[in-house]
């Protein structure tokens, strides 16, 4: 490592700002990581924790502010600039092509080479052989297909790519999301084993739990901007989530009264072919029943074999008293069931078609007798949609993915109001979504319940389950637990719920 | 609505180019005379074009059209041959393409085979079939029988060749942007899990597209025997080449969702009247191949550069 005046500051950021168009999404970063030790970035969902790392990996420049790694002015043109830097970047969704042996993925882009431009076999195998010894990963052979790893060992090999290029500082993205418990210590191990080698490690997570196992220092990110930085040991859990969250929940959260009338749907020891496990739930009209749990516990798997997108191995489900099953998501629209995918971009919308069709694509009938659309009609009906929820866009016209993240959901949003389902499935509704967002669709979610609608909503967002929620329930490895008023839930029991099952076992 | 028009911009600036420049060249060029000629010539790549468009904004591709082709123009061939009459004759090489198309359709959605490899495969046995039920010779019908028919490829400004593709053309284009089944065309093409997420019935509307393109393939070997008079299982090789390129050159993306009818109508025509306007100034056929190559490549940069700057 190179010394300097101050050589224990690795990376210093100061007065980072970076806006999309006329939205900001830093207003001001100051970060301070040190050589040797695990930097905690916190923040809720938007706070602008992505942001921060993409201008980190070089893949967005800055608007303002200064960036410094070893005193030097740091400023990478893109993701394999700042490896030469020493930065890697580890991400959520893992980078490694699943067809090729683990030493490949290592080496990927920086092969050994001899004269001829033949990889030198030895060679390769020597670094990664070594890359996974540091990690204390031997038992990852070179030679083995990364399709047959785990999630847990196929992120010990991003890492180990991170080594071989001598990285520095090594930026950890929700590292556990998908990791088991197990999978879960082994990366602290190797976090730990990295931090004594002098390598800096950037620890991004939602679970403060997990940051104050592994943690010296935080920092918190809230909308954009640096709102606190300590050490890690001398703070509490209350003042962190404080800091996090930093406004008044009740603000936040627009009360809409509502009541529950009778039942509409009803599952039954419902079971898909992986997941979900077992699930069994009731919900009433003019209800908000909220699912929490961990990513890959089975909320996702459970609202999609719901809207018959995944296979369903077992298990009943009924609308309204009647045992109703379907084949197809067209049937389930017609029975009046609607899905809004937490994947926006990849399935929710279709952004090269514009805001009008992406609106009516689901029941097109109401303007098109004998299959002729009367486009009037349709820009109509889509224009009340527009105004009804505040979408910001030119009009019916506008192509989809020119919107932003959070004007694209509420015309996701606007698919199901259109097609006036009476259940409707929301998988994670506010992922992606700026604050002013967020509360709008908290607003609808709220008259929807208001005019009688039945609401399931899967999050992984907390403060929101229980601001928006009537009955929270909890996912744990498939299986469902019981439903309960959100009164009568802490978020300690939930997270307790979530990462352990409940105590007796699902109802 | 602008942006639609930007679209097609690039395209009718190639066409007038091309015609620009071979009017200077050779004032013949723009006789009323040759004109029909590059219209009819035009005609069976456009009809082709007008059934991939469909395809290729779903997301999909077909590579049997120019066998398709081949194998319509036998059988309507065979048909008249037999005695049977002209309309009889039309309908049964129509119905052969559409045929071939619902097949592609069942094999792409059924066995979830990519289309590339499935229409690569109907390549092969709609070339096989019309060679085998040719018994691999020219199908000669009698003169009355085959007159019958080639008064639709007349180069006259009322060849029914000619408007009969114009007025499906517009059929067509009307199709694509104003019905249901245009709009889940377009949906498919441009993010299937989103089409499937609102309920449109995916496997259903791709057999129709793919049965559509058959069906103008189909179309278009009626044409060609109504030029040649007589049924060739070796004819419209490497045709289905010339029909992508047409829809490409006219704004479509192979990636889906984007492309319209008479965007590939104008690129049909562009090459139309490249390869004749080579003909006749002379120009070596090797040159009129690389001047094709060359615009397909440069029309679709210059939509990647425009969707960047976006």
């Known amino acids: 490592m190179k010394g300097g005046p101050d050589s224990c500051v690795l990376l210093t950021m100061s007065g980072v700002e970076k806006r999309f168009g006329g939205v900001v999404a830093l207003g001001g970063v100051d970060l301070e990581v040190r050589a040797g ?62 067809e090729l042996s683990v030493g490949q993925n290592v080496l990927l882009g920086r092969e050994p080479r001899g004269k001829l431009g033949w990889i030198q076999a030895n060679e390769a195998r020597a670094r990664v052989t070594k890359a996974l010894a540091a990690l204390g990963a031997e ?40 990791l088991s418990a197990e999978d879960t210590q082994r990366l602290f191990e190797v976090v730990r084993r990295l931090t004594r080698e002098g390598v800096a490690v950037i620890y991004i997570s939602h679970f403060i739990e997990e940051v104050q196992e592994i943690g010296d220092r935080f920092t918190v ?5 640096t709102v606190g930085t300590g050490e890690v040991a001398e703070t509490s859990l209350d003042d962190i989530v404080a800091l996090m969250a930093g406004r008044n929940l009740d603000e936040f959260f627009p009360e809409v009264p509502h009541e529950a009338g009778e039942v509409l749907l009803e599952l039954v ?7 979900p496990k077992d699930a069994s739930l009731s919900l009433r009209r003019g209800e908000i029943l909220g699912v929490a749990g961990l990513v890959g516990a089975g909320r996702t798997e459970l609202l999609r074999a719901l809207f018959t997108l995944e296979p369903v191995r077992s298990g009943e489900v009924r609308i309204g008293g009647r ?8 049937e389930r629209l017609n029975q009046g069931v609607g899905l809004l995918s937490e994947d926006r971009k990849g399935e929710g919308l279709a952004l090269e078609l ?16 004998g299959g002729w659309i009367r486009t009037g009609a349709q820009a109509a009906a889509v224009q009340k949609w527009i105004d009804r929820l505040g979408i910001r866009c030119t009009g019916p016209e506008q192509r989809t993915g020119d919107l932003s993240g959070g004007n694209q959901q509420k015309a996701a949003l606007a698919r199901l109001l259109h097609h006036d389902v009476d259940v409707l499935l929301l998988d994670e509704p506010t992922r992606g979504v700026d604050v002013g967002a967020k509360v709008e669709v908290y607003r609808v979610i709220g008259e929807l319940a208001a005019a009688g609608k039945a609401i399931l909503m899967v999050s992984s967002y907390l403060p929101e389950l229980f601001g928006v929620c009537d009955r929270l329930c909890v996912m744990h490895r498939g299986v469902l637990g019981q439903a309960r008023p959100v009164e009568e839930w802490t978020e300690e029991e939930v997270m307790s719920e979530a990462t352990r099952g409940a105590k007796e076992g699902a109802a | 609505m602008p942006k639609k028009f930007m679209a097609l911009i690039g395209p009718f600036l190639g066409l007038l180019l091309v015609v620009a420049l071979f009017g200077a060249l050779e004032p013949s060029f723009l006789s009323t005379r040759n004109l029909m000629t590059v219209a009819i010539q035009t005609v069976i790549v456009g009809l082709g074009a007008i059934g991939m468009t469909f395809v290729i904004v779903s997301g999909g591709i077909d590579l049997s059209i120019g066998s398709v082709i081949a194998l319509s123009s036998v059988v309507t061939a065979l048909c008249a041959h037999a005695g049977l009459s002209p309309i009889t004759s039309v309908a049964a090489g129509v119905a052969a393409g559409g045929l071939c198309g ?3 359709g069942w094999l792409v959605t059924r066995l979830s085979i990519v289309p590339f490899i499935v229409t690569l495969g109907m390549m092969g046995i709609a070339r096989g079939v019309a060679k085998w039920l040719s018994a691999e010779q020219t199908v000669t019908p009698s003169p009355e029988a085959s007159d019958a028919l080639a008064a639709f490829a007349t180069k006259t400004a009322t060849s029914p060749g000619i408007w009969i593709t114009i007025l499906l053309a517009v059929a067509m284009a009307l199709v694509l942007k104003r019905t249901v089944f245009g709009t889940y065309t377009y949906a498919l093409g441009s993010n299937e899990d989103t089409a499937r997420l609102c309920g449109v019935p995916v496997e259903r509307t791709k057999v129709w597209i793919y049965t559509l393109c058959g069906l103008f393939g189909g179309l278009g070997g009626v044409m060609t025997f109504a030029r040649l008079s007589v049924g060739d299982p070796t004819t419209a090789i490497g045709k289905e080449l010339d ?7 006219g704004g479509a993306s192979l990636a889906g969702g984007k492309g319209s009818i008479l965007g590939s109508m104008v690129g049909a025509l562009l090459m139309a009247a490249l390869a004749n306007g080579c003909n006749l100034t002379g120009v070596p056929n090797f040159v009129q191949e690389i001047l094709i190559g060359s615009i397909i490549v440069a029309a679709v940069a210059v939509d990647r550069i425009r969707s960047r700057r976006r």
Do not use: W
Request: glycine share 10%.
């Open chain 1, 37 to 98: 030790e695990v930097h905690a970035l916190l923040g809720e969902n938007g706070a602008g924790k992505s942001t921060l790392m993409k201008v980190l990996s070089g893949a967005h420049a800055l608007d303002a502010g200064e960036c410094t790694l070893d005193g030097v002015p740091y400023a990478p043109s893109g993701p394999v600039d700042a490896l030469k830097c020493g930065v890697a970047m580890i991400y959520q969704e893992l980078n490694l092509a699943p």
């Open chain 1, 139 to 178: 038992e990852i052979r070179p030679d083995t297909m990364v399709s047959s790893l785990g999630p847990g060992q196929r992120q010990l090999v991003e890492i180990a790519r991170a080594l071989v290029e001598d990285a520095r500082l090594i930026v950890l993205d929700e590292p556990t999301s998908s």
């Open chain 1, 221 to 225: 990110l809230r909308d954009g901007e």
């Open chain 1, 269 to 275: 020891g419902f079971a898909g072919e992986g997941l």
């Open chain 1, 323 to 330: 045992p109703t099953p379907a084949r197809t998501p067209r």
């Open chain 1, 354 to 369: 514009d805001l009008a069709t992406n609106t009516t694509l689901s029941n097109m009938t109401p303007f098109a007798p």
């Open chain 2, 102 to 104: 619902a097949v592609n």
């Open chain 2, 243 to 249: 029909v992508i390129a047409a829809v490409v050159i």
